[in-house]
């Protein structure tokens, strides 16, 4: 069956960097356009990057030019580089494949900023 598994979240003072990583398995994963959401204390599950299987990506506003969505076919991974971090950015982040509504989704994964 479908799993995405994601890692890579942590601990990491303002300013610092993090690359999460999302492992599919039990999919196309080719054929699968690809996200990353988010979901903070209190607050509703946000998109924070996706990317086509054409390789386009979009971004929220708030992570432009900070967060980077990547892909590897051959892995069947997709990553995301986080760099610059502040404490807003504390959240649970999700790895989806295929959409909100009938995708697949990670475990999700913690990453914490905080000094």
């Known amino acids: 069956q479908a799993q995405l598994v994601e890692s890579g979240g942590g601990l990491v003072q303002p300013g610092g960097s993090l690359r999460l990583s999302c492992a599919a398995s039990g999919i196309r994963f080719r054929i699968y356009a690809m996200g990353w959401y988010r979901r903070a204390p209190g607050k509703q599950r946000d998109l924070v990057a996706a990317?086509?299987?054409?390789?386009?990506?979009n971004y929220a506003e708030s992570v432009k030019g900070r967060f980077t969505i990547s892909r590897d076919n051959a892995k069947n991974t997709v990553y995301l580089q986080m760099t610059s971090l502040k404490p807003e950015d504390t959240a649970v982040y999700f790895c989806n494949a295929g959409g909100v509504e009938l995708g697949y989704w990670g475990q999700g994964t913690q990453v914490t900023v905080s000094s």
């Open positions: 990317i086509t299987t054409g390789g386009s990506t």
